[in-house]
């Protein structure tokens, strides 16, 4: 009885050791099915939780452009529509500061960004305004750069005009480097942290601004309010071109400066030149 008891366990072990080896597979190609899923969502966002973009509605040329590089790149842009700088009755709601019209309603529309960020609970959200240009290689670049990012961050400039370069961060190989905030000028590509956002609602108060949202956040960098970093080179630019006016009158004036332009590799014509 004993014997016929060894051999029944022993064949039970035979089978459960021959299911194993033959489902296996299937668990493993579940597991990389799922592991797959989650990177490409991770590259369609440059590791972000989201991707924003401020972007007034009259501006359908840059639309039809920020569409074509979505769709090339494969990233996943949420249009967020700017507050107007006509829209006076909107704008009266909130203090002035030292700006304009179209000053005031930049500032108001990066901040409702904030708090939209807060209310959905993302732990990071990348912010574009809607005449960008990216680095062809740019979910590589990103993915470089997140690897070297430090675990606690406010602020990452991924793109910005006029910076020196900062204490280097990490040892990446790639051109595009990690560096610690110095004072970075525009606000054309920046992302913010979940607890970073946070500090940004509570700091830069619309109802009594000081001045222009790229002069006010580079203060709190610079006073060491918030903990930023740069991406040198700068991996996304703002878009350069003749038939691309600036809707705010007194930004930046910038040149054009990706090392390989998705846009020119699209066929566009930036700086002097004329889009397609």
């Known amino acids: 009885m004993a014997h016929m008891i060894t051999i029944y366990i022993s064949f039970l072990i035979i089978i459960l050791i021959y299911s194993i080896f033959l489902l296996r597979p299937l668990f493993d190609n579940f597991e990389d099915s799922t592991l797959h899923k989650e990177f490409r969502s991770s590259n ?42 006509y829209n006076e009755r909107f704008l ?38 809607d005449d960008v240009d990216f680095e062809l290689n740019i979910t590589a670049i990103m993915a470089d750069i997140h690897h070297e990012l430090p675990l606690f961050w406010d602020v990452l400039y991924v793109g910005h005009c006029n910076e020196r370069k900062g204490e280097l961060v990490g040892n990446s190989s790639y051109a595009h480097k990690l560096y610690k905030s110095m004072r970075p000028a525009c606000m054309h590509a920046y992302a913010v942290s979940y607890f970073g956002v946070r500090k940004l609602v509570e700091m830069l108060d619309p109802v009594v601004p000081i001045t222009a949202i790229d002069n006010s956040l580079p ?58």
């Open 92 to 129: 009266r709601k909130f203090g002035t500061g030292n700006m304009n019209p179209s000053q005031k309603a930049c500032y108001l529309s990066h901040h409702l960004i904030y708090r939209q960020i807060i209310d959905k609970g993302y732990k990071s959200a990348l912010i574009l305004e």
């Open 44 to 85: 369609r966002t440059l590791s972000f939780d989201h991707i924003y973009v401020i972007h007034l509605d009259h501006r359908t040329d840059r639309l039809e452009k920020l569409n074509e590089l979505s769709s090339y790149l494969g990233l996943d842009l949420d249009y967020f529509t700017a507050v107007s700088r």
């Open 219 to 276: 203060d709190l960098i610079s006073n060491k309010k918030v903990t930023s970093y740069s991406v040198h080179p700068q991996a996304i630019a703002q878009w350069k071109a003749a038939d691309n006016p600036s809707d705010i009158p007194t930004s930046w004036s910038t040149h054009h400066s990706l090392l390989n332009s998705t846009l020119h590799f699209l066929g566009y014509k930036g700086d002097n030149g004329i889009g397609k």
